[in-house]
Every structure is written in structure tokens, then in C-alpha cells.
């Protein structure tokens, strides 16, 4: 069981605590989903290997991470808080405002620096996200950009 291969997820679930939003919205969680199921890497340390299937959920504005096997034994339940990732996520979105409306009106040149910015607030996002994991669930950088989307996306109502 210990191969590379099977630390990965396999499925991932947005719980009904998340709530639902607008179609657009719901539609970018979706992409979300796929990206990251397609492509991952995901270790709950301390455990043989998986693959896994993981819940998110909020609990008391809590992030709430329900490691499962694919069989749907427990592997792990971990909560974090969502304080460190409001400013981000809310420095994301504005910037995120100021990309769109760059893409009908600026320049290449500032658009390509309003892009650098984003993907630099991502970056800190996925980061603080591996932080808040470490010695918990370890998984590559990618895996961790595409988590932290989702988790932007809980925010994100439409």
C-alpha cells in the first residue's frame, strides 16, 4: 500500500455546512474539485497510504479537514482556524476585482503585473495553508494551490 500513488486524494466533498452559492460560483468549485482530484499529492502522516477521500466542512468558522480512506475508514480529522487566511483571501478577491477589470482596459504589461500580484497572494495563501498542515498532512506545492482555491472558494458567494 505504501506506493507514491496511493498518496493522493481520490475524492474530495464540500459538506453542506459550506452552503451553496450562485451557479458561477458553484461552477468554480467544481473546476476546483477536478484540478485537484486530477492532480495531487496528499500524505496524512503516520498513515500506510490511501488513496483518500477528504470532507471539508466549517464548523463554528472553523475549517474542518475528514480524512477517509477510499473504503471510508477515518484517517484523520483536522480544524483550523480561518483567521490567518481572511486577509489573504480578501487581499486575493480585491486583487482578483482589479485583474478582471484590467483584462477589459489595461495595458499587457499591467496586466501581466496585476497576474504577477494574484498569483504572489496565492502563493502566500497556499503557503500558510502548508504551514497550518505541517506535521499533519504533508502534500507538494501544487496540491497545496489548488486546496488553498477551494478555500477561497468557500468565501466566495458570487
Same mark, same amino acid.
Given at each position: 500500500?505504501?506506493?507514491?500513488? @496511493?498518496?493522493?486524494?481520490?475524492?474530495?466533498?464540500?459538506?453542506? $455546512?459550506?452552503?451553496?452559492?450562485? !451557479?458561477?460560483?458553484?461552477?468554480e468549485r467544481?473546476?476546483?474539485?477536478?484540478?485537484?482530484?486530477?492532480?495531487? $499529492?496528499?500524505?496524512?502522516?503516520?498513515?500506510?497510504?490511501? !488513496?483518500?477521500?477528504?470532507?471539508? @466542512?466549517?464548523?463554528?468558522? %472553523?475549517?474542518?479537514? $475528514?480524512?477517509?480512506?477510499?473504503?471510508? #475508514?477515518? /484517517?484523520?480529522?483536522?480544524?483550523?482556524?480561518?483567521?490567518?487566511?481572511?486577509?489573504? /483571501? %480578501?487581499?486575493?478577491?480585491?486583487?482578483? #476585482?482589479?485583474?478582471?477589470?484590467?483584462?477589459?482596459?489595461?495595458? !499587457? @504589461? +499591467?496586466?501581466?503585473?496585476?497576474?504577477?500580484?494574484?498569483?504572489?497572494?496565492?502563493?502566500?495563501? @497556499? +503557503?500558510?495553508? /502548508?504551514?497550518?498542515?505541517?506535521? %499533519?498532512? %504533508?502534500?507538494?506545492?501544487?496540491?497545496?494551490r489548488r486546496?488553498?482555491?477551494? /478555500?477561497?472558494?468557500?468565501?466566495?458567494?458570487?
Open positions: 500500500m505504501g506506493t507514491k500513488g @496511493s498518496f493522493r486524494l481520490c475524492d474530495v466533498v464540500l459538506d453542506d $455546512t459550506i452552503g451553496r452559492a450562485t !451557479p458561477d460560483v458553484e461552477h467544481a473546476v476546483a474539485i477536478f484540478d485537484l482530484i486530477e492532480e495531487n $499529492t496528499f500524505e496524512p502522516i503516520g498513515h500506510a497510504g490511501g !488513496p483518500y477521500r477528504l470532507n471539508i @466542512s466549517l464548523l463554528d468558522s %472553523k475549517l474542518v479537514f $475528514t480524512v477517509r480512506t477510499e473504503a471510508g #475508514e477515518d /484517517v484523520a480529522t483536522h480544524i483550523l482556524s480561518l483567521t490567518p487566511f481572511r486577509r489573504i /483571501v %480578501k487581499d486575493y478577491f480585491l486583487i482578483c #476585482e482589479s485583474y478582471y477589470q484590467a483584462i477589459r482596459s489595461a495595458t !499587457p @504589461s +499591467q496586466i501581466e503585473a496585476i497576474d504577477m500580484g494574484r498569483r504572489g497572494i496565492h502563493n502566500e495563501g @497556499s +503557503q500558510t495553508l /502548508v504551514d497550518r498542515l505541517s506535521g %499533519k498532512i %504533508k502534500f507538494d506545492f501544487d496540491t497545496a486546496l488553498f482555491t477551494l /478555500v477561497c472558494v468557500l468565501y466566495w458567494r458570487g
